[in-house]
């Protein structure tokens, strides 16, 4: 790659002649694209080490207390002793807690950082099966109720469901086992030594070798999830509301949602089966939908732009003259009493402030669409020139396709490696005393050695690094694809023979790639830096919620809000930026410069464009999320299979609003693009002979010169098809003046 050879001074005639896209290019940026590079040598050294230590089955199929990652073959880590760690769990799949309301979505709800000893503790055990039965404590009174539990966990491990710890009947429950086998009825419960109670097996803290209790449950992402249509008739008798409201709170923090609409899930899920090729349609609906209106956008923006502002100017004409209509009413009223109480007094007065403060503002709004009126006029031109490109390369509209594949997949590269790194901790053991009412158990056997995953110490420093990377690769990506669509409508708007203009999309995604990476990780960079900043703060925020004054919460929202709009600010300027660098080739500290000082100079225009023209856009996505919203609504609702039909309309919605952002994402870089080029063409040229315009006759009448250049132009052309003329009769040479005039007397030849 050759590097621009760039002129440190240039003066006023030779800046002026520098227009229109440089063909000359030179790489921009270099120092900031090897920085990236570098970036992500540093992202591929914690993903080989995340690969190492890491193991992302802990997250999907959850790990039992002893480190053994359920439904798949465990080898025990060096570093720990317990003995029943390093187990094959191929055939169990299933993750069971013997308390669910300590059910957390890591496996061990043990420790965090800097701690010895678990806050509350569950045992945790993989299982071939999720329970389908319910096991309570005394199920029915005077028939060995003490006894119960451990005879029905024997009966239902000889059945194939065994919930009590690893290898219990074959070591320290041999002999409760064997005891159990001998009793094949409820009633022989009554009259056992009580060595054989349950209590002396259970402890109280969950923490086995037997559990305290089993609730039927299913099998959700690998865990063993209480079904809570059993809680409310067996449970609640025994344990009260009180439990049942535990493991509702918890599991509805774990799930995200509410348990107890698992069923209105389940027929939504149907649903959404049942009417798929509804969902179909409705999804290709919205891309005929928002094809059509891209291409009515120009004529649809005109008619609600003046609509928008026909109807602002009554308003603020009607709604003075109301609020006076009212006041003048009540005046009139309290005059014609004899008696005025305070309260109708100030009343009046109110209203009158009401209408002057009213009347104030709805002039100042009257003046303001006055005065804008011309510059409105210049935004529906943009969109008139946007579309007229954007059907000149239908292709542009597909390109936010491409963008959307490269950030799903640097996402879900981004997504593999967390896995990695979030389980990249070191096995280590932890001693646990379990704690009985009473029990025939050793202190050997009253213990329990498990095994918990010990973050490092630098782990936190590892999810800055790893999240800036998500940041910045997903900002490189957008910006890539905001800059080459700005190269092709700068090709377009710099060619004064639209018609020559040959694969723009292509070529400006070539510059892109070529020769302008340093810039868009320049500019990527800083936008990550703010994310990044704000992602802390809000980190923060949430940790120390609790313990906050209402100053701190108060400044770190406001702090948090000056961020934010920092970020749109940056965003903005970034925008602009990459399109001056695609005409122009410059890099992004001098991007910035230019476009900044263009941008101040049509501050005007440029708030009118970004207010008025996101609104409209706005609009364009709405009537396509509406349209296909109805669409769906017809087509579903008076399906009798169909239960919630708003739950397919919801999916075709949110489908049909993904894609009209897509296609409308485009069609503002493009009307941002063109604006930026005409007020660098306004700025570099004055439409006189030598230094024409190159923006459309639309374009040329909103700048001052309009006149006068619609004239130089006509001479142009008249000259161009005078010398065709001559060239089809066999004349050469230059066309007389005179001759010219006469042949076209309305173009107004000079003497030359």
């Not at 053991?429 to 490092?456: G, Q």
């Not at 410059?586 to 708030?607: A, D, E, H, I, P």
């Amino acid at each position: 790659m050759g590097v621009k050879k760039v002129k440190p001074f240039q003066t006023a005639e030779e800046d002026k002649k520098d227009v229109g896209p440089l063909k000359d290019r030179g790489c921009t940026d270099i120092i900031c694209i090897l920085i990236f590079i570098i970036f992500l040598g540093g992202m591929g050294v914690i993903a080989y080490f995340a690969f190492t230590l890491g193991d992302p089955w802990r997250i999907l199929n959850g790990y039992d207390s002893f480190g053994n990652t359920c439904g798949v073959k465990n080898t025990k880590p060096e570093n720990v002793t317990a003995t029943l760690a390093g187990r094959d769990m191929t055939d169990y799949p299933y993750l069971m807690y013997f308390d669910p309301t300590v059910m957390l979505p890591d496996s061990l709800n043990t420790l965090n950082t800097g701690e010895t000893t678990p806050k509350e503790f569950s045992m945790m055990l993989c299982v071939k099966k999720c329970p389908d039965v319910n096991v309570y404590p005394v199920p029915v009174e005077g028939l060995g109720g003490d006894f119960y539990r451990m005879w029905t966990y024997n009966k239902y491990k000889n059945e194939g469901q065994d919930f009590c710890e690893y290898d219990f009947w074959t070591t320290y429950g041999e002999e409760v086992g064997k005891k159990m086998d001998e009793i094949s009825e409820l009633t022989g419960l009554s009259g056992l030594d009580d060595k054989f109670r349950d209590v002396n097996y259970i402890s109280e803290t969950s923490s086995g070798p037997c559990p305290k209790y089993v609730i039927k449950s299913d099998p959700i992402l690998s865990r063993c999830i209480p079904m809570f249509e059993e809680l409310s008739d067996e449970i609640k008798g025994y344990f009260g509301s009180t439990l049942i409201n535990d493991l509702e709170t918890k599991l509805n923090a774990l799930l995200g949602t509410d348990v107890s609409a698992s069923q209105v899930m389940q027929y939504a899920m149907a649903d959404v089966m049942n009417s798929y090729r509804e969902i179909a349609v409705m999804c290709g609906s919205s891309l005929i939908i928002s094809f059509i209106i891209i291409l009515l956008l120009g004529w649809i923006a005109q008619i609600m732009i003046y609509a928008i502002s026909i109807l602002a100017a009554v308003a603020c004409i009607a709604g003075p003259a109301y609020f006076w209509y009212v006041w003048y009413q009540a005046k009139e009223k309290l005059d014609q009493q004899t008696i005025k109480l305070e309260s109708q007094i100030d009343n009046v007065e109110t209203l009158m402030i009401y209408a002057i403060i009213i009347t104030v503002i709805c002039v100042v709004v009257l003046l303001l669409i006055i005065f804008l009126r011309s510059r409105v006029g210049l935004m529906v031109t943009l969109f008139k020139e946007a579309g007229f490109m954007v059907m000149r390369m239908i292709v542009i509209l597909f390109t936010p396709i491409i963008l959307a594949l490269f950030i799903l997949a640097w996402a879900a590269l981004w997504s593999f490696v967390s896995g990695y790194i979030y389980t990249a901790g070191t096995a280590t053991n932890l001693e646990f005393p379990r704690e009985f009412t009473e029990t025939v158990l050793s202190a050997a056997e009253k213990n329990i050695t498990m095994v918990y995953y010990k973050d490092h110490d630098y782990i936190i420093w590892v999810w800055l690094y790893h999240l800036f990377g998500l940041y910045w690769g997903t900002e490189f990506f957008l910006a890539c694809h905001e800059m080459a669509i700005a190269g092709a409508f700068c090709q377009f708007y710099w060619t004064r023979d639209k018609r020559k203009v040959s694969f723009p999309v292509l070529r400006g995604i070539w510059w892109v790639f070529r020769y302008h990476l340093g810039t868009v990780a320049f500019g990527s960079c800083i936008i990550a830096i703010i994310q990044l900043i704000r992602t802390i703060l809000a980190y923060i925020q949430n940790k120390t919620k609790d313990s906050q004054s209402e100053i701190v919460k108060y400044l770190l929202m406001c702090l948090q809000c000056c961020l934010w709009c920092f970020e749109k600010v940056m965003k903005f300027i970034n925008r602009n930026a990459y399109i001056y660098t695609a005409f122009k080739g410059s890099n992004f500290c001098t991007s910035c410069k230019k476009v900044f000082g263009l941008l101040m100079s049509n501050l005007v225009r440029v708030g009118v464009i970004n207010c008025v023209g996101s609104f409209i856009l706005f609009i364009g996505k709405f009537l396509v999320v509406m349209i296909t919203g109805i669409l769906g609504y017809f087509m579903l609702s008076k399906d009798e299979q169909i239960e919630y039909w708003a739950i397919p309309v919801l999916i075709a919605s949110i489908f049909a609003f993904a894609v009209a952002h897509t296609f409308f994402s485009v069609y503002e870089i493009g009307i941002d693009t063109i604006f930026v080029c005409f007020a660098e063409d306004e700025t570099k040229n004055d439409g006189t002979a030598g230094r024409e315009y190159y923006m459309s006759k639309n374009l040329m009448q909103w700048v001052d010169n309009s006149s006068e250049a619609l004239k130089n132009l006509k001479r142009k052309k008249g000259q161009q098809r005078a010398q065709a003329k001559a060239a089809k009769a066999g004349k050469s040479g230059e066309v007389d003046a005179k001759q010219t005039e006469q042949m076209y007397p309305s173009l107004e030849m000079d003497e030359k």
